[in-house]
């Protein structure tokens, strides 16, 4: 008999079992009734088949008859006749080597059950089939003798592993059970083929037979599982996540728990993320011992799904080598191990797919990927889907690889994303480096992610390209490459010099095609001479009057459409003009825009308070994978477009989020450039500027110091924004003199350039202020009513508040209270929250100063608040400072976002993560349930959250960013 106490504790080991739990009962209780059975208890490994039978077998049904609980597989199974027969009765302590004659149930026709009962090698005989049923019936009279003194249960686990002559014996058992208190319970897995398929089918065809399937679990079922490993609240996202990720497999989802557990991931909403990752590993863990276990097809046909991927039957059938119906049976067999997903035929994660290719030598592993490439090339499959086979193949290409690999790398309908099409063409050129045409397209490919490997293309081709018109395509590339590095000096004179060459020679052909390249040629150098940027560079106004009204092909319109609308930005004339010239870059149909022409426009629309525009165009951008590829190297596109990105969301007060994307993009960009070009300061200028906000002045100090600084005759915009940086940093570690300098240093540049935009590198706000601090009252004003013509001029809402700031700020008394109040309606109607917050914080100083305490406190209150959940920490710290002076109270700003909560919405968030109603929550307040409403939606303003779902997480993770949980709050 078994006991209850014998019986290990496991987390989830019965759990979401109480319906089968009863069947089984019932099923003993009708037994012990004189109604045999047969219970065939199916499911896949770790579904909880053995945890089910202990606790039944421990249960009160069980508890008055005689138990035989053995199992069918496993180290102490041996694998001959009447093994399993063996595995059961071994408790009755039979096949001893003495007392076989004089055993009680071993009387009668009962002693020739013995040559089952001992295995050949301890003195039992080999049974053949004339003497199979003296033995069978033998064995029947000792159970007969068994249930004579009580009912009998027979349970055998993983009996798919069972011997033929056990199961034979069962079915002779229960064809003559008659009335015999007897119960027969088989477990068995379901991806496992029986060892005695024949046998096997007969005893299932048995009529006392119940069939029990043991399904996946609920998600409640998952999370009560979750409860027992990680103590405390389960978040409902982390349970969603692990029930799907399991399968609702209780076994899989303990072993996926305590990794998670061991890896210090907490059940929340961010711990979810973690989950697949874990579970594909622990699968592809079991790979090498399932395909060991398995016939040789099965492993095939493995292996076939993981090189082609998810495919069709046929097509993994003739790469493996078998029968359509044979891939049908090993797909049965890989999902029934959660190798393969539930719902169609490819490998179930990327974990497993490395598992299954590791089982494969080198060489096989390449002749199966150019059998795979030809047998999709021969089923008519895009020329991306076959060269994605042919990449990986070592050695130079063959010839028809060649074609294949240079049809992938068309760019019509925008199908490669550039970093791919560049591998392409390398091994397009590994073959036959002297195609021209595909070292144009490669340099094409290569702008967008890295342009200065490009340019070192592209040169290289102009020197060694003798035909006059190869060299003026290969002089037009060169023009647009150059764009993206502010090379337009050298790019000038080698539009000129492929001018001079097509104009002088004399070709043959239409005339038509010789005016269309030569109209190329000169709408590209007009394109690059409106995009210099230098010293010696025209100001804005009048570049912008030079930009052609057209251009010769869509690539160049993009571009000229991204330096129309950044010009018009720049010349702060027009906010419409300005976002139709973006829109046309960013809307428009056809192929997909460069990489470089997105940034310009999202630019752009920055500049005109049209932050979700940009934010979508760089998202465009950073979507495409332009980023190095699958080795995740270095790209000069994705820093440009995540240094970008990172200034747009520092706009908008998402510092956490601009923060991440600053360090990204400089973890993007090498220390030493590419192809010899210097590296682009802008990632450590956003990163700086983002550091700045937070108060980690040495750190970004470390970064300016280096940035080897832009001259005004290099990248002028880049020169304006290290300056203006440089200033923000000096103010904010007290050196007012030298920011002074570098504002006004800056506001000299942008005024000989023709740089006519409020919110572009806006020095007249700092320089007003400090010059109003140093006394300097009339310069002061000065410089503030310069700002606010041009906010005039260009008026967007963020512009005009920013005028109102800088205005208010350096006028004493009534007037300058009335302009604050103005900057804070503004720039709360604006994007810019990080500006709305300071306007806040300043107008609460100026009523301070009035004597206006109780004002004073309400606009520090809501400057603190603000200026903490956009992760502006030093403002917020200024804030608070103010606010205590003014006699208000708040927690220390630290990193955490809690602290910006007063005690009771502290209060109030705890009990909520702890599960409370809003009404419990109330009655442990003693407020009303509309208060604790009311706490609750502050809370989530100010944690940056949606409603109850993360908030344990924003509570108890300090680092946790807001920004993206931000962006979904009113």
């Known amino acids: 008999m078994l006991d209850r106490a014998d019986i290990p504790g496991l987390p989830g080991a019965f759990t979401g079992r109480a319906d089968e739990l009863e069947v089984l009962n019932g099923r003993a209780l009708a037994a012990r009734g004189g109604r045999p059975g047969l219970v065939l208890l199916s499911g896949p490994a770790g579904m909880g088949r053995t945890g089910l039978l202990r606790e039944f077998l421990a249960g009160p049904q069980c508890r008055d008859m005689t138990v035989l609980h053995g199992s069918a597989s496993g180290g102490s199974a041996d694998p001959t006749a009447y093994a399993g027969v063996r595995a059961l009765l071994r408790p009755l302590g039979l096949s001893g080597p003495d007392g076989h004659d004089t055993h009680p149930l071993l009387r009668g026709s009962a002693r020739h059950a013995l040559p089952a009962l001992l295995p050949a090698a301890d003195g039992g005989q080999p049974v053949d089939a004339a003497s199979a049923y003296p033995v069978l019936h033998g064995l029947y009279s000792l159970v007969r003798h068994l249930t004579a003194r009580r009912p009998v249960a027979l349970v055998l686990d993983d009996a798919h592993a069972c011997d033929e002559h056990s199961l034979r014996w069962l079915d002779f058992l229960l064809r003559r059970a008659g009335e015999l208190p007897l119960l027969v319970v088989l477990a068995h897995r379901t991806e496992a083929e029986p060892v005695a398929a024949e046998a096997w089918a007969g005893l299932c065809a048995q009529h006392l037979a119940t069939t029990l399937a043991l399904g996946p679990l609920s998600g409640a079922d998952i999370g009560c599982i979750a409860r027992q490993v990680f103590p405390g609240p389960v978040d409902p996202a982390f349970t969603e996540r692990l029930a799907a990720v399991s399968g609702g497999n209780p076994g899989t989802a303990v072993s996926l728990l305590r990794e998670l557990r061991r890896d210090g991931v907490s059940p929340d909403a961010e711990g979810a993320s973690r989950v697949a990752g874990i579970g594909g590993l622990l699968v592809a863990r079991a790979v090498p011992e399932l395909l060991d276990t398995q016939a040789p097809w099965v492993r095939d046909v493995a292996v076939a799904i993981a090189v082609l991927g998810e495919d069709s039957v046929v097509h993994l059938g003739a790469l493996a080598g078998v029968s359509g119906m044979l891939v049908e049976d090993a797909l049965t067999v890989l999902r029934r191990a959660e190798a393969v997903a539930p719902d169609r035929p490819a490998l179930a994660h990327q974990a497993v797919r490395r598992a299954v290719l590791d089982t494969v030598d080198a060489d096989r592993l390449a002749e199966l990927r150019a059998r795979a490439a030809l047998l999709l090339s021969d089923a008519g499959r895009p020329a991306e889907e076959v060269a994605a086979h042919l990449l990986l193949l070592p050695g130079t290409p063959e010839p028809w690889m060649v074609t294949l690999l240079r049809a992938a790398a068309e760019p019509a309908d925008g199908r490669s994303a550039p970093d791919t099409a560049v591998r392409y063409l390398h091994r397009v050129l590994e073959a036959e480096p002297g195609d021209v045409p595909a070292r144009l397209r490669l340099a094409v490919a290569q702008a967008e992610a890295d342009p200065f490997a490009a340019l070192a293309q592209l040169r290289g081709a102009l020197d060694a390209a003798t035909d006059v018109r190869t060299r003026a395509r290969f002089a037009v590339q060169h023009a647009t ?490």
């Not at 525009?613 to 270095?634: D, K, Q, S, Y």
């Not at 070009?677 to 500027?689: D, H, I």
């Not at 013509?789 to 920013?802: H, I, K, M, T, V």
Request: proline content about 5%.
């Open 481 to 970: 490459t150059s764009l993206a590095v502010q090379g337009t000096f050298a790019a000038v004179r080698v539009l000129d010099e492929a001018l001079d060459a097509l104009r002088a020679a004399r070709l043959p052909g239409p005339d038509a095609a010789h005016r269309e390249l030569t109209n190329r040629l000169e709408a590209a150098r007009l394109l690059v001479e409106c995009a210099h940027s230098g010293a010696a560079a025209a100001p804005v106004r009048v570049r912008l009057a030079r930009l052609p009204a057209s251009f010769p092909d869509l690539a160049m319109r993009h571009d000229g459409a991204a330096l129309a609308a950044l010009l018009t930005a720049l010349d702060g004339c027009s906010i419409r003009r300005t976002v139709d010239h973006a829109r046309g870059v960013t809307d428009t149909p056809g192929a997909a825009p460069s990489g470089g022409s997105l940034i310009t426009a999202a630019l752009a629309l920055g500049l005109a308070d049209e932050s979700e525009g940009a934010l979508g165009a760089l998202n465009r951008v950073l979507a495409r994978g332009e980023g190095g590829g699958e080795g995740g190297g270095p790209s000069w596109t994705r820093a440009l477009a995540l240094s970008q990105r990172a200034l747009v969301l520092r706009g908008l007060g998402r510092i956490p989020d601009a923060l991440a994307d600053a360090r990204a993009a400089v973890a993007a960009l090498p220390e030493d450039g590419h192809g010899g070009g210097a590296p682009s300061p802008m990632p450590r200028l956003a990163l700086a500027s983002v550091l700045t906000e937070r108060g980690e002045l040495e750190r970004a100090e470390e970064l300016l110091d280096g940035i080897e600084p832009p001259a005004p005759d290099g990248a002028c915009l880049e020169y304006h924004l290290h300056l203006t940086a440089r200033a923000r940093l000096r103010w904010a570690a007290g050196d007012g003199g030298t920011a002074l300098r570098l504002l006004q240093e800056s506001g000299r540049a942008q005024a000989q350039a023709g740089l006519a935009n409020p919110v572009f590198a806006p020095w007249w706000i700092g320089a007003s202020r400090i010059l109003a601090v140093l006394g300097r009252t009339d310069e002061a004003l000065e410089a503030a009513a310069h700002g606010g013509e041009l906010a005039r001029r260009w008026g967007s809402a963020r512009a005009l508040g920013l005028a109102a700031l800088a205005r208010g700020a350096i006028t004493p008394g009534a007037p300058g209270v009335e302009l604050l109040t103005e900057a804070v309606e503004l720039l709360s109607s604006s994007p810019a929250r990080g500006d709305h917050a300071r306007a806040e914080l300043v107008m609460g100083r100026a009523l301070l100063a009035t004597g206006d305490q109780r004002g004073a406190r309400e606009h520090l209150r809501v400057a603190a608040d603000l200026a903490r959940s956009c992760g502006a920490l030093a403002l917020a710290r200024t804030a608070r400072r103010r606010l205590i002076t003014a006699g208000g109270r708040m927690r220390e700003i630290t990193a955490s976002r809690a602290d910006i909560l007063t005690d009771t919405e502290r209060r109030v968030a705890d009990l909520a993560v702890a599960g409370a109603s809003n009404r419990q929550i109330a009655t442990s307040l003693f407020v009303t349930v509309r208060t604790v409403e009311t706490h609750l939606t502050s809370v989530y303003r100010k944690l940056g959250v949606s409603r109850r779902v993360g908030l344990a997480s924003a509570l108890h993770n300090p680092a946790a960013p807001a920004g993206r949980a931000l962006a979904r709050v009113p």
